[in-house]
């Protein structure tokens, strides 16, 4: 894993002096916006042609956001690493084409009569090596990810099986865990209550299990292309840090004779202008989430067909540490939330389709009703500044003594563009803001160690519920809840929804938990997202989708197509 950086580490060299700034000023809600223009970014029209490099129908070469920090699917954490992840390992339950779960390592599974006790079937299937996969690989990887020294940035996610909070925490010996092998092929999970997200919950990659007899074996290198064996429809076969990871097909998958293409590149793209010049280019077969917003009106127009956006079950908000002073104190939060225009960000920045956020749950969210929301959300803008101008100058900030902080963000175009749209946004209330740029990898892992004032942050649905959101604010979450946000009774709501077995109860429970997290102002939400991909015409079986997940194995490559 990556070392923690602090800011110091990252370098304090204010990001104005890093990309070149074509100011102008958008008269929209009374707002003066700074917009940026990187460095290198404006586009050179010219036609739309695509001009593909000559290659086979058998390799995909895909453009993939971050650099991977892990493929260790029990200490990743981003969605650039499940893209990879979810190509070499296969849960009980694993993604189909539109990304809804299907039986993957289970051919088969049964609830007992509470909804307490599940019962899998295992497929009769291999590891890469020739190795069958039994159930105690299920038992082996899930009491790995709930030990405390594999330090597993997500095992809070698998909190629902019993005993797993306590053996996490280090209260009871990991043989607690409540999972156990029946027999070579039938495996048992016992959760605290029950699970109604059950099926998506066993697609994510916390729940995949590794092949005990090579992680025994060659311990921290056991993920090393020369040692690793995995049973899903890929496996590692190179990986050149900060350049590309190579799978090939895996010979002994179960579904091999269906997986069309043989060999995949996964490339690191975060400068977004050159993902897009490599893809017109004929580089890549496919970018995901790394589109310049500056040309998403030009792709529009000249590639429709290769521009997917769809909605997504993304928000992006800013994170405040409740650990830093003064973002202990809720009216400065309030204050820099309300100060965000968030119709400017979403119409003038990003242009995508993304909608203003004034909740933390995304629409889209399955029996689940958009009704909590942030409290100030009709006020005008000229009414929300002088709140918020208000608000600081309560909190003892003003012309003689201005707020002042530093803020983080991943060192991507549209996160740097957006970060200079909000500082100046918060200059309009006396806030004075400086940008602390990173690497999406090193971004993350400090807002996991809670280094940083405020940041940039995100959160894309893992399954269709809203638990998936509101579990992150909960006191029982350490790595994930990056603001270290703590309130007993938004704990005791949440609770409370886990045991509600009927439907509409536990909507309105979280509701409730979701309207307390917008009233303490866990986060500022900024907008709701869409999918932001580029697909060649050659690339077929492209399914989208509100979680922005398509395996490989359900594509292929008509390379006549073009």
């Not at 990309?19 to 003066?32: D, M, S, Y």
């Not at 993350?444 to 959101?469: Q, S, V």
């Amino acid at each position: 894993m990556t070392p923690p950086l602090t800011s110091a580490d990252v370098g304090r060299k204010p990001i104005a002096n890093q990309i070149k700034l074509n100011r102008r000023v958008l008269i929209g809600t009374g707002a003066v916006v700074a917009l940026a223009g990187t460095a290198g970014l404006a586009f050179q029209g010219g036609p739309a042609h695509i001009a593909r490099v000559q290659g086979d129908a058998k390799t995909l070469r895909r453009g993939n956001g971050a650099e991977p920090d892990t493929l260790d699917p029990h200490k990743a954490s981003g969605n650039w690493e499940n893209n990879i992840i979810g190509d070499m390992f296969m849960g009980l339950m694993t993604d189909n084409a539109a990304a809804n779960p299907i039986p993957g390592a289970a051919e088969s599974y049964s609830a007992s009569a509470d909804g307490l006790v599940y019962t899998f079937k295992l497929r009769d299937h291999k590891w890469s090596d020739g190795r069958p996969v039994t159930a105690q690989d299920y038992v082996f990887s899930l009491r790995r990810i709930m030990m405390p020294k594999t330090a597993a940035q997500y095992a809070s996610i698998l909190y629902p099986i019993k005993n797993a909070q306590e053996v996490n925490s280090g209260k009871l010996p990991v043989e607690s865990l409540a999972v156990r092998a029946l027999d070579e092929r039938t495996l048992e999970i016992a959760f605290h209550f029950e699970v109604p997200y059950i099926a998506q919950l066993l697609t994510h990659y916390t729940s995949f299990a590794v092949p005990q007899h090579v992680v025994e074996k060659y311990g921290e290198d056991w993920l090393k292309p020369e040692h690793i064996a995995t049973n899903g429809p890929y496996v590692l076969k190179e990986w050149v840090p900060n350049d590309h990871v190579r799978l090939e097909k895996n010979p002994y998958f179960y579904d091999k004779d269906n997986v069309k293409i043989e060999t995949v590149y996964f490339n690191p793209t975060q400068d977004a202008a050159a993902a897009l010049k490599r893809f017109r280019a004929g580089e890549f077969d496919l970018v995901t989430d790394s589109i310049p917003p500056q040309q998403v009106d030009w792709l529009r127009a000249n590639m429709p067909k290769e521009l997917r956006l769809y909605p997504f079950i993304l928000n992006q908000y800013v994170q405040f540490n409740f650990k830093q002073k003064p973002f202990d104190d809720l009216r400065v939060r309030t204050a820099l939330s309300m100060a965000i225009e968030r119709e400017i960000i979403v119409s003038k920045i990003t242009r995508a389709g993304e909608k203003p956020a004034y909740a933390l749950i995304p629409p889209g969210m399955p029996d689940y009703p958009p009704v909590a929301h942030l409290n100030f959300k009709t006020m005008t803008s000229a009414a929300r500044v002088a709140k918020a101008k208000t608000l600081l100058a309560q909190a003892g900030f003003g012309p003689n003594n201005p707020l002042t902080f530093d803020y983080n963000m991943q060192n991507t175009t549209e996160a740097k563009i957006v970060a200079v749209a909000l500082q100046e946004m918060w200059r309009q209330v006396g806030a004075q803001v400086q940008l602390v740029p990173s690497e999406s990898q090193v971004h993350y892992d400090l807002l996991r160690k809670h280094d940083f004032a405020a940041a940039w942050a995100g959160w894309i649905a893992d399954y269709r519920d809203p638990k998936n959101y509101l579990f992150l604010f909960q006191s029982s979450t350490i790595d994930l809840n990056y603001g270290s946000y703590s309130n007993a009774k938004f704990d005791a709501v949440v609770e409370a929804s886990d045991n509600e077995r009927d439907a509409g109860r536990r909507a309105g429970l979280l509701v409730q938990a979701e309207q307390m997290l917008l009233d303490d102002v866990a986060v500022a939400p900024v907008y709701f997202g869409v999918t932001r991909d580029l697909v060649s015409t050659e690339v077929k079986g492209w399914v989208s989708n509100n979680v922005n997940i398509n395996r490989t194995r359900f594509l292929s490559l008509d390379r006549t197509a073009a």
